[in-house]
Each structure stands twice: as structure tokens, then as C-alpha cells.
């Protein structure tokens, strides 16, 4: 992972960095919107009818932080103009608001 200062506003840039910011610490927006998301999925038939396809624990734990993910990006797509990184953090941007996503502790 390599973390720079930019700006960003398409779908593929905002998932790789919220994979890459899923080892640091959710702000509680985003703990929020999470929340929902596997509110939402626990009652998706879809979604429930492929977890159960997967034998493999680890497999289906990595299937189900990809669906999540994808809708987190998603919704922050449809909220957001576009996405800052800057100072080891993700940030959500309007024109009246600067969101934090994720913090990430780097070591030295």
C-alpha cells in the first residue's frame, strides 16, 4: 500500500482505497453506513443464496467484505462529489462538506 496526497472521483480508485483503508479505523459515518449495508444483506435472498455456495469460511468472509465494499462505494458515490487522501486519512468532499471515512496508522 502506498498512500498519497490526491483527489479522486471514479468508483475503481474509490474501492482500492477503501480496501487499502480497511486496515485503519472507520469513522463512525462509515461504521454507520456499514452497519446498514449488512442490515440490508442479511435479509438480501440474493446474497444469502451465494454465501451459502461457499464451503470455505475464509472465501466467504472475503465474498462478503467485496459485496460490502462495493456498496459502500456505491452509496458514497451518490453522496459524494468526489475523495480526498491526505494526512494517513480518507475523506469524502461537497462542496459544504468534508467527510472522514478512515484513519490509518502507518509505522515508520
Known sequence: MYIKK???TDEETLIEQLFDFGIGEPS???QDIILHIRQE???AEEFKKEMAKIK???EALEYEDDVIRANLAAFLLQHFECFEVNHKSLF???QNDHQL???I???E
Open 28 to 30: 463512525a459515518y462509515v
Open 41 to 43: 444483506l442479511a435479509q
Open 105 to 107: 496508522t502507518l509505522s
Open 6 to 8: 490526491q483527489k479522486f
Open 56 to 58: 470455505d469460511e475464509e
Open 92 to 94: 469524502a468532499l461537497n
Open 101 to 103: 471515512l478512515y484513519t
